[in-house]
């Protein structure tokens, strides 16, 4: 390949619009020469045997302890996920916080979030599968409907009386997750949390995604750390430059398989500010 990016490669990421792989090798230590077969068999590989009460004896924050002290309705989470949860949502513990986990499943991540949360938090589920329904512990609130249904989402924000914290552990198509985001982040409280979860099926084409694949949520969240930058872009396209989103995120965490967004209220431009009396040179 010619240093001017005029090779092959180049040429193919050209016509099938995907980049060519970049060149640093940054603690690279190596991977087999063949791919999965398929993204079940990534998962199964993950999937091993545990001691629970092993790991409530051994957590190491609020969240691992409250998760793997569950004994009711089956929770199934990645174990990584719990140290994030407690880095972003253990300032709403024992509040009153509007929380909406997107994907019930078997009804037992409710429960763990309200042994972590308290009993003063506003649990509510919503999922499309009518089964779900079945979760009639009495201080959640289930909902049963598509994630991208707009005209749902608005009744349970305006029931809940606004809304704090969104936990998307739903279909995890990229085309779905793009879609409720973009109707839930703007509703979202000041100071409120939006996490993303099991963005590993970002890189899986049966979920509308694949590596560096236009449409994938994880290629949209990168787009988004652009936006965060709106207000330092020196491109001529004003869509470039606009600072609607950067004005109300405070910032966008990347964890192995989520992304968290922390919204602010309007935070306006950025301002710097030199402190002190006494300059050096």
């Not at 949360?117 to 506003?122: F, K, S, T, V």
């Not at 809940?160 to 998307?168: E, K, L, P, S, T």
């Not at 509308?208 to 330092?232: N, Q, S, T, V």
């Amino acid at each position: 390949m010619s240093a001017g990016g005029t090779g092959p490669m180049s040429l193919l990421s050209k016509i099938v619009g995907r980049p060519s792989k970049p060149a640093s090798t940054l603690l690279r230590a190596g991977a087999p020469a063949e791919p999965p077969g398929s993204w079940s068999d990534v998962v199964n590989s993950y999937q091993l045997p545990f001691d629970q009460s092993g790991e409530q004896a051994r957590a190491a924050n609020a969240a691992e302890a409250a998760y793997y002290a569950q004994s009711d309705r089956i929770a199934h989470k990645w174990h990584s996920y719990l140290e994030v949860y407690d880095r972003h949502l253990s300032q709403y513990r024992d509040k009153p916080v509007r929380f909406l986990e997107i994907g019930v499943f078997q009804g037992g991540a409710l429960q763990v979030w309200r042994r972590y949360l308290g009993q003063a938090a506003i649990l509510n589920g919503l999922d499309i599968d009518p089964r779900c329904a079945q979760v009639d512990d009495p201080d959640l609130t289930i909902h049963i409907g598509s994630q991208t249904d707009t005209a749902l989402l608005a009744r349970i924000v305006e029931q809940m009386g606004g809304i704090d914290v969104v936990i998307d552990d739903a279909s995890h198509v990229s085309e779905h997750q793009i879609a409720t985001f973009e109707f839930l982040y703007p509703l979202l409280a000041p100071n409120g949390i939006y996490i993303v979860e099991d963005v590993h099926c970002s890189y899986w084409p049966d979920f509308g995604g694949g590596l560096r694949a236009p449409g994938a949520f994880m290629e949209y969240a990168k787009g988004l750390l652009d936006r965060l930058h709106a207000r330092y872009v020196l491109d001529p396209d004003p869509e470039d430059r606009d600072p609607g989103f950067a004005d109300v995120t405070h910032g966008i965490s990347f964890h192995d398989s989520m992304v968290v967004f922390e919204k602010r209220a309007s935070k306006g431009p950025p301002r710097t500010n030199a402190v002190g009396t006494r300059w050096t040179f």
